[in-house]
């Protein structure tokens, strides 16, 4: 069984730091591309960076210089560091899973956890 378990959401100030993780489970986490996506109320879900096999990276234009993905295969633990924080950063993120398969793919979502960022 696959799970992704998020972590390290919460409420900040902007201008301030949050550090999400997201443990994986039940997969060969080292061969999967690692995501990270935010959905805001009322819009539709985003990439905001996310990093490959081979550790490369690739960031949403709004994030950039800001947050920064990294990954750990040996703990299976992908991270997102988010510095200077913006309101508009406020959304439910959520880790991603995946890897191409021939014409197929195979996609795998953790729950989700909240970041807010208000004063």
């Known amino acids: 069984q696959v799970q992704l378990v998020e972590s390290g959401g919460g409420l900040v100030q902007p201008g301030g730091s949050l550090r999400l993780s997201c443990a994986a489970s039940g997969i060969i986490f080292s061969i999967y591309d690692m995501g990270w996506y935010r959905q805001a109320p009322g819009k539709q879900r985003e990439l905001v960076p996310n990093?490959?096999?081979?550790?490369?990276?690739n960031y949403e234009d709004s994030v950039k210089g800001r947050f920064t993905i990294s990954r750990d295969n040996a703990k299976n633990t992908v991270y997102l560091q988010m510095n200077s924080l913006k309101p508009e950063d406020t959304a439910v993120y959520y880790c991603?899973?995946?890897?191409?398969?021939?014409?197929?793919?195979?996609?795998?979502w953790g729950q989700g956890t909240q970041v807010t960022v208000s004063s």
């Open positions: 991603n899973a995946h890897r191409g398969v021939g014409r197929a793919t195979l996609d795998f």
């Open positions: 990093i490959n096999s081979s550790r490369i990276t």
